[in-house]
């Protein structure tokens, strides 16, 4: 469909409906993400394929002609295969990689904004803008051939005769590729476009633009306009440099920008510098209403971009602030929205101390203009701290990065800061992420990013984006920490089988998700023999597999360990009944539910719920459970008080119990039965249909709010006390005073409770018994009289909720049995449970006794099955958590299902995964594929084996021994200078020592008597 110019919006929404990147790493659009959310520090050393470093390397930035930079962000080698891009192989060493790459990108790109829409766009009105900076690797490469002239000047003034001029001068041109007809488009930075339009068949405009590092978001506004105008469909726009030779560092060295430590650091008080890199980033857009009509999945929207000069500044390669923050004004003046709507941005921190600095002052120009004083609210970081500066391309990895976050909606890292630069640390609104984080936010406030790149000569641009949130957004690929992979067979010598073909099946990286996925839509629970595996990487699968697989085969299955992760059954599966148990306050911990959060969009989502909710919205809950990095000790502690104090632990756990409890009805798991300890009593009655959602998060806040102010207004102190209950009964009624087992947590764990003074008796007279206590690091006395000032008030807020029957049994810490109170009752019953004693022990051994066999902890930590297990012994039961603080979240949780799997509970896996397909393996290369890296394809030199491949240096020539020879005859004289030429006779000064008879002129000198240049240093 085409879009008439008089239809013309600038402020038009752009939709985000393909992307193709290739950047250091993994080197694909996934990969790149993995990358980035691992937070991999992709910078290496520089590989011989490019220049070598024996060349061209000297520590010192003064030396002539030499480099200080060693290192940098290089690609691994990408699979090219020339004939199906029409490409004849012969054409490869005199095309420029940046050529070729580039149409891997493009095609990539094509691909993934194809895939849902059956290609309903037309590509006669398909453009390609590119930015490109500065030259090829080949231009210099084949101009440097063309010194020839030069070459052969050098050594015959060296006196060098001329067969071995010209001899020499042919081994140097053997150094460098011969002209042919290809040559000249190959070597062209705008045939980049032009090649991807010829070989792609796409119609509309091709051209690249050069801005220098700002080169991707210059074309990214070309390419806004021509949507905008109508008069284009779609474009392909993004950025390619491939040029990261010698000369690239020569011009960073000698500026100099390139960190003398070999790192790159944006943000950090350590920053010294940046460090160079290559790569392809591209997307493909539309705009938003096409899209949507054709079914394009939508990974995000380009709200607005600005433009801006620094206009007459210091000098042509200093960043100005004010130029940069006219060209934000100018991005949001274009979206609608101001800075203080903005949660993350990408920055171009390059991690040169001058640079960030003024970057960041422009920032606080602009963003410093809607502070309110509170905590800083927007991310802010730089993928270079991973792969380095892509100079023409450096744009196009932010600009990918950033829809990325937004479309997965995860706050990405920063890597290399463990002090951040001052401006950073006193801010008002920036803050820095060192690990990934959920990106919560209520549903009032729409995810939004930005992305900056500048360019010497002060060419500026800020690109303002937004999530999509329509029926057309794109699903996030797959990239879990862990995948889990399960095994059913009809008997054990099978299973060994499958276990060992599984161990030598060597899966590639990008075939793993998809593998797991395979196995678990196979998988009978009901099957004789089982087995689950949570594996982090086609290795550690391997492993596992043959560790489980050799314990079947010589017979000490079920006797020796197995594998974290794994679990195990050779015999029929026997499920008893399902409890859900919940834990209660003190399983809190900085970071948890982060991971699922991350994921598993229907966890995170939970948490977006508990943003926008009237009570806990204003709580913060994401806050406090996954804070930004803290970069001492005391602001770790800070954040850990924040956390633990009672108003936000109850409500924060709550969330991460609720973000569990919503994975599980995707799996179509149910409990017979349910239970909780202490505060987790509160989300078994929600999970048993006592009250809602909504109702939870409220009824979380208003008892960890009363029983703060309890905790405030009286002194109370708990004692753990290693022993069974029965143990310490007698002391406790001997003193008295207050004093009561709180916790009957198991047989070897007991609480008490009550006024300090009671406590200090207690602790006193256990020592005496030789018993093993500690004090709890509490506020005050709970589950004691000493709180009974929190019933009250909390029933108030039980009586203004809708409470029902629960629809399933659940058990009471008062009572060790089943509620059985009147719905009218229900909000007393609910709230004395914050002074009344916890009979944990009794209520497993209930639940026990009312057949349940399989326990599954719901919420933070694994501290209730640790419970479970202590209580039940070795009586038949399987105690699950859900998650593990010592363990990655996602692994954890997979590890729990693997074993509720093998138990032999049925669970629905294909929608619990549903929201994240895995990734569609790459198929391998053709037989005619060439492997490309950033450098020219078969370029003569550096050789192929690197520097052991250079001709080692030859020693000094010999001079010939001989007789002195005979004394020559006397040369006739001169004559005198009136006999010469007038010219000879103006310039006469005296005969030439080896050619007597030549008179010398004063400009002239003997080639032989002429000193040869000093040989280049090593």
């Not at 276990?499 to 998988?523: H, N, Y």
Request: proline share 9%.
């Amino acid at each position: 469909m085409t879009r008439k110019s008089s239809l013309y919006d600038p402020a038009a929404p752009i939709a985000v409906v393909g992307i193709g990147a290739i950047f250091p790493g993994r080197g694909d659009t996934t990969g790149f993400w993995r990358d980035i959310f691992e937070g991999r520090d992709l910078l290496t050393d520089t590989p011989p394929t490019h220049w070598l470093v024996d060349d061209y390397y000297d520590a010192n930035p003064l030396t002539p002609d030499r480099t200080y930079g060693r290192r940098g962000g290089f690609l691994s080698p990408v699979a090219f295969d020339p004939l199906a891009f029409g490409i004849p192989p012969a054409a490869l060493q005199t095309t420029d990689t940046a050529q070729l790459l580039a149409l891997v990108a493009a095609k990539m790109t094509l691909d993934d904004a194809e895939r849902d829409s059956g290609g309903k766009f037309d590509r006669t009105r398909t453009s390609v803008i590119l930015g490109v900076a500065s030259a090829t690797e080949l231009t210099a490469h084949m101009a440097g051939r063309l010194q020839r002239p030069a070459w052969v000047n050098a050594m015959r003034q060296a006196g060098l005769p001329e067969d071995e001029v010209q001899d020499i001068a042919r081994r140097i041109e053997s150094h460098y590729t011969e002209w042919k007809e290809s040559t000249f488009p190959g070597l062209l930075g705008n045939v980049v476009a032009g090649r991807i339009a010829n070989r792609l068949d796409l119609g509309g405009s091709n051209y690249v633009t050069d801005a220098a590092c700002a080169s991707s978001l210059s074309a990214l506004q070309i390419a806004m306009h021509e949507l905008r105008a109508g008069d284009s469909d779609m474009v392909l726009t993004g950025g390619v440099d491939a040029l990261n030779d010698i000369l690239m560092f020569m011009c960073f060295s000698k500026t100099p920008a390139l960190s003398p430590t070999g790192d790159c650091r944006p943000f950090s008080n350590a920053a010294d510098g940046t460090m160079l890199s290559e790569g392809i980033g591209m997307i493909a857009l539309r705009r938003l209403e096409d899209a949507e009509r054709d079914g394009n999945r939508i990974y995000a929207l380009i709200r607005g971009i600005g433009g801006g000069s620094d206009g007459k500044g210091t000098a042509i390669y200093t960043p100005l602030p004010s130029g940069q923050a006219r060209a934000l004004r100018r991005a949001y003046d274009q979206a609608g929205y101001g800075p203080d709507a903005v949660d993350l941005v990408e920055a171009h921190g390059t991690g040169t101390k001058a640079g960030d600095k003024a970057e960041l002052e422009g920032l606080h120009q602009v963003f410093g203009e809607t502070a309110s004083g509170n905590d800083p609210w927007c991310a802010i970081g730089s993928v270079k701290s991973q792969i380095g500066h892509a100079k023409g391309a450096a744009g196009s990895a932010s600009l990918v990065k950033a829809i990325q976050s937004l479309h997965r909606k995860v706050l990405p890292p920063t890597i290399k800061i463990e002090e951040p630069a001052d401006v950073i640390r006193d801010s008002a609104c920036f803050y820095v992420n060192t690990e990934a984080r959920p990106w919560v936010s209520a549903s009032t406030r729409p995810r939004r990013a930005s992305v900056s790149s500048f360019g010497f000569g002060g060419s500026n641009f800020h690109v303002a984006l937004e999530e999509y949130t329509g029926p057309a957004a794109a699903k996030p690929e797959r990239v879990f920490p862990a995948e889990l992979f399960l095994y059913s067979t009809d008997d054990s010598a099978a299973l060994t089988e499958a276990l060992e073909s599984a161990a030598q099946a060597g899966l590639t990286e990008d075939a793993f998700a998809s593998t797991a996925e395979a196995t678990l839509k196979r998988f009978i629970a009901s099957a004789s023999a089982r087995a689950a595996i949570t594996a982090t990487s086609p290795e550690d699968l391997a492993a596992k597999a043959a560790r489980l697989a050799a314990q079947i085969a010589d017979g000490s299955a079920g006797r020796a360990p197995l594998p974290q992760g794994c679990s195990l059954s050779l015999t029929p599966a026997m499920p008893g009944k399902i409890a859900f148990l919940f834990s209660g306050q003190g399983s809190q911990y900085t970071g948890m539910g982060a991971d699922l959060a991350m994921a598993f969009p229907a966890a995170r989502a939970v948490w977006d719920t508990a943003a926008s909710h009237p009570v806990t919205g204003a709580l913060k809950l994401h806050r406090l459970a996954f804070p930004p990095t803290a970069f001492d000790q005391v602001e770790f502690g800070n954040q850990t008080k924040r956390l633990t104090a009672m108003e936000h632990a109850q409500p924060a756990i709550a969330a991460v119990a609720l973000s569990h409890l919503a994975l599980i009805e995707a799996l179509g798991l149910e409990a017979d039965m349910t239970g909780g300890h202490s505060f987790g009593e509160i989300m078994a009655l929600h999970h048993a249909g006592a009250f809602d959602t909504d109702a939870a998060l409220t009824i979380a806040a208003a008892r960890g709010r009363a029983m703060a102010d309890a905790a405030a207004s009286n002194e109370g102190a708990m004692l753990a006390v290693q022993c069974e209950a029965d143990a310490v009964r007698d002391l406790v009624s001997q003193i008295g005073g207050g004093l009561v087992i709180a916790n009957d947590n198991g047989p070897s764990q007991v609480v008490l409770s009550g006024p300090v003074a009671a406590i200090q008796k207690a602790e006193a007279l256990i020592a005496e018994r030789g018993v093993k206590a500690r004090r709890l690091p509490v506020a005050t006395a709970f589950h004691s009289s000493v709180v009974s000032a929190a019933v009250d008030p909390f029933r108030d807020v039980l009586s203004g909720q809708k409470i029902k029957k629960p629809r399933l049994p659940v058990y009471a810490n008062a009572t060790a049995a089943p509620y059985k109170a009147k719905t009218a009752d229900m909000a007393g019953e609910i709230a004395s449970q914050v002074a009344t004693p916890v009979r944990f022990r009794e209520e497993v051994e209930a639940m026990y006794a009312a057949g349940a066999r399989i326990f599954v902890e719901i919420g933070p930590g694994n501290v209730v099955s640790g419970l479970v297990a202590d209580t039940l012994g070795i009586r038949d039961h399987l105690a699950v958590a859900l998650d593990n603080k010592r363990v990655n979240g996602v692994a954890q949780f997979l590890s729990a299902l693997g074993s509720l799997s093998v138990a032999g509970i049925p669970l629905d896996f294909a929608a619990l995964l549903s929201e994240t397909p895995p990734p569609v393996p790459k198929p391998p290369p053709s037989r005619h594929a060439v492997m490309l890296t950033g450098a020219n394809h078969d370029r003569p030199y550096p050789p192929k084996d690197g520097a052991a491949g250079r001709a080692p240096p030859n020693p000094p020539r010999a001079l010939p021994t001989a007789a002195a020879p005979p004394s020559p005859p006397t040369p006739p004289s001169p004559p005198p200078p009136s006999q010469l030429p007038p010219l000879l006779q103006k310039g006469f000064r005296r005969p030439c020592l080896i050619c007597p008879a030549r008179p010398i002129l004063p400009s002239f000198r003997h080639p032989r008597l002429t000193p040869s240049p000093p040989p280049p240093a090593p």
